[in-house]
């Protein structure tokens, strides 16, 4: 269907008012089944905590779930909010997750905490203030380490490059876009969250792009 332009979908498991969670849940099995019969290129979940319109609060048992669930589309997270985990226990996660995924699972990283309020902010980060551009860097790095050549990729072994997840940034500015372009990774751009800001990081992150293991060259946006 979708052979020139990929399309793909993010899932926040929207909770209907007066419905339980786990029909939210459920209903996200069904979507991402038909949005793999009709030829969309991937399906995330995102991470939010705090807020009873939204049941997508634990990517990775998401994930895992739609990959027992799927075929061929590629799924993953959209994202997981980094400040909120240990590398290690991502790196876990998402490697016990790819070595059963079939090499077609995404882990996108992201830097807020996905809360609703600063209250729920605070139990994630148990207190701490938000990281620091270099902090950030620093835990994303560290990630990425466990699924280079030598790393344990998380299940205490190496995993074959090919049931490694592929690791994404979301990036709503352009110094999420420095990072991602510096990295050489896929980068998924959080139009809704500063949509004035998508422009420039893009520039950016195509200006800066250095080649790497995941990629080249920064991937082609076409043009509507």
């Known amino acids: 269907m979708f052979h020139d332009v990929p399309v793909s979908v993010l899932d926040t498991a929207l909770v209907l008012s007066g419905r339980p969670a786990s029909e939210a849940l459920s209903h996200t099995v069904t979507v991402a089944r038909q949005a793999e019969a009709l030829g969309f290129r991937r399906y995330w979940v995102a991470e939010h905590h705090g ?102 990729s998380g299940v205490g072994a190496p995993l074959p490059e090919s049931y490694r997840p592929q690791v994404w940034l979301l990036a709503s500015g352009e110094s999420s876009a420095r990072l991602v372009a510096e990295l050489g990774l896929p980068m998924a751009v959080a139009h809704h969250i500063r949509p004035g800001s998508s422009q420039s990081a893009l520039e950016v992150y195509r200006r800066q792009f250095k080649p790497s293991r995941s990629l080249a060259a920064p991937p082609l946006v076409r043009g509507r």
């Open 51 to 152: 807020s009873p319109a939204f049941a997508s609060v634990a990517p990775a048992a998401l994930v895992a779930w739609l990959a027992a669930e799927t075929e061929s589309i590629r799924v993953g997270s959209g994202g997981v909010m980094l400040p909120n985990h240990l590398p290690l226990i991502v790196a876990e996660q998402f490697g016990s997750i790819g070595a059963l995924g079939g090499g077609r699972i995404d882990l996108g990283i992201g830097k807020g905490t996905g809360a609703a309020n600063t209250t729920v902010a605070g139990i994630l980060r148990r207190g701490a203030p938000a990281p620091s551009d270099e902090a950030y860097a620093g835990d994303v790095r560290q990630l990425l380490g466990y699924f280079t050549p030598g790393g344990s």
